[in-house]
């Protein structure tokens, strides 16, 4: 089974729209400055929605964790294993889930600097994956 | 005015205690039944009757300590459904010390009964699980990354602490490996065969680094306790077990992608605050019950709690002294790894915990233990309770 494909809400709907194009967009607050990960209502250091916004990200950063999924406990990437699973800290400072693309699972190591990657979904939206930079 | 949680120390204490597992991994009853099995043997370990019940805790159902309460016929006066996942029956032992501690309540009963193992199905199925996760962030930002079982979500915590601390696979093996000789002499344990290192290692990996043999199992389970306070606790059937410290915190819920530092749990804040409640040091704990959903659980939880210091857990384990041969007894019972883990395993830590404290636990009795520690961590990596438990002679 491919990939489980993310539902798009009023929220989140700009940054799925933006990886059509291979956009990256990265939720910041202008009030706090300061970038927001996973995207939400309110900024969780003021609690106000007023000062958020979209900002294109460049899409670099480097390995935080990952692992290397041989037997995934849900029934999904189960046409490409094993796979990888990581965090990997934004330049922005933000701390995302990603899947580490384009390189052997071995050749992935914590601290690895990586760059954003895309792979197709079936509705002409993208998601973000990254690869070494 | 000052509050001091100090004031609680041993005003509770755990006075009827129950389990059930099997070696099959799978009980006969489920559901209610099963419930109610656990309900009785706790109350008549600690010679209560139902009717004295008068708060109820439990964190399965919809409105879980009201369905509960209707369904035995009860009317509670303190009531308390709070569910942090597998540590939550640590949290209901700390909310009930200080409502009994207050005079809220008399006679507390904390529940918890599941059966994944012969209900496989029952939960609905991936629809079930996915209407379950429904708008949670979980759905847009870590299931399309194949991030959504725990199994997944622990590895990414061992591999951080590999990286930074030179933990290797061979010690969280030999964590396994320790769980397992405890399990060798519990007749109730899924697991009882001698595992070694090795074992551990050729086992399929799941999400490296973490092996089958790393990851809990899949089993039927269930148990209760029955608190009051400890003015009462005195005239009833069994040696009270009392309640010297709690500590509770969590850092994220179910995604990890929150956990402020994925090597550091909530631990190194329950811990403290439960040690300190206590008023003991590390050198008076006899017996360590720490949640094992995979090894690497229980090392950081060794660290976390301050047994050793953080990124010292893999030289901590390596000579087996959590196993019966060593100078730490820690997770006597066999653990979530070899004894039983039905999905949430705080419920056993605290059973065994009591146990030791009682003299009851066997071959694998733990001599002169006094103070035990349990300490429950649920989500995923998310939810720490610790609680600090003590005999007569601890107070």
Redesign the interface.
Same mark, same amino acid.
């Given at each position: 089974m491919a990939r489980f494909e993310p539902q798009t809400n009023e929220l989140t709907a700009p940054f799925w729209d933006a990886t059509k194009e291979e956009r990256y967009l990265v939720q910041w607050c202008t009030a706090c400055n300061k970038a927001i990960y996973y995207p939400r209502e309110v900024c969780p250091g003021c609690l106000l929605s007023d000062n958020l916004e979209w900002r294109e990200s460049p899409g670099r950063g480097e390995v935080y964790t990952f692992n290397v999924t041989h037997k995934p406990g849900l029934p999904f990437m189960t046409d490409r294993l094993p796979f990888v699973v990581a965090l990997v800290t934004l330049e922005e400072g933000t701390r995302v889930v990603t899947n580490i693309v384009n390189c052997d699972p071995s050749e992935v190591s914590v601290g690895m600097p990586v760059k954003v990657a895309w792979e197709d979904l079936s509705d002409g939206r993208k998601i973000p994956v990254f690869e070494p930079a | 005015m000052s509050y001091d949680p100090r004031e609680a120390r041993g005003k509770a204490a755990i006075v009827g205690a129950i389990d059930i597992a099997s070696p099959t991994g799978m009980l006969d009853k489920k559901g209610r039944a099963l419930e109610m099995q656990m309900i009785k043997g706790a109350l008549d370990d600690a010679g209560l009757k139902v009717t004295d019940i008068d708060a109820v805790f439990s964190c399965m159902g919809m409105m879980p300590s009201m369905e509960l309460a209707e369904y035995l016929g009860i009317t509670p006066r303190y009531t308390d459904s709070t569910m942090t996942g597998g540590s939550s029956f640590e949290v209901h032992v700390e909310h009930a010390t200080a409502a009994l501690t207050l005079g809220l309540c008399d006679v507390a009963l904390i529940l918890y009964a599941q059966t994944p193992k012969s209900s496989k199905g029952d939960m609905g199925g $991936?629809a079930g $699980?996915m209407s379950m996760m429904g %708008?949670s +962030?979980m !759905? *847009?930002?870590?299931? +399309?990354?194949? /991030?959504?079982? #725990?199994? !997944?979500s622990y590895? /990414? !915590?061992a *591999?951080?602490h590999m %990286? /930074?601390y030179g933990t290797t696979s061979e010690q969280l093996a030999q964590i396994a490996v320790s769980t397992r000789e405890w399990a060798m002499m519990n007749p109730n344990a899924r697991f009882q065969e001698a595992l070694t290192i090795d074992e551990v290692l050729s086992s #399929? $990996?799941? !999400? %490296? #680094? /973490?092996h089958?043999l790393d990851c809990c199992l899949v089993t039927d389970g269930a148990g209760a306790l029955i608190l009051t306070r400890a003015d009462r606790a005195k005239d009833l059937r069994r040696d009270p077990v009392y309640i010297l410290g709690t500590g509770t915190a969590h850092t994220h819920a179910m &995604?990890? &992608?929150?956990m402020p530092d994925?090597t550091t749990t909530s631990a190194a804040i329950s811990g403290p605050k439960a040690f300190s409640m206590a008023g003991i040091t590390h050198d008076d704990v006899d017996v360590l019950m720490t949640y094992d959903s995979f090894t690497i659980t229980t090392l950081l939880a060794l660290e976390d709690l301050g047994f050793c210091k953080k990124g010292e857990g893999g030289a901590f384990v390596e000579d087996g002294k959590l196993g019966p041969k060593g100078s730490f007894p820690t997770n006597t019972n066999g653990g979530g790894l070899s004894y039983t883990h039905p999905g949430m395993y705080g419920m056993f830590v605290l059973v065994e915990a009591v146990r030791q404290l009682r003299g009851e636990s066997g071959p694998r009795q733990v001599p002169n233990a006094k103070l035990a520690v349990a300490n429950g961590c649920g989500g995923v990596l998310s939810a720490c309770s610790t609680v600090v438990l003590g005999t007569e002679e601890t107070l």
């Open positions: - | $991936m $699980m %708008a +962030p !759905a *847009q930002w870590d299931l +399309p990354y194949g /991030l959504g079982t #725990p199994s !997944a590895s /990414l !915590a *591999q951080r %990286a /930074l #399929p $990996m799941v !999400a %490296a #680094p /973490l089958k &995604s990890i &992608s929150q994925i």
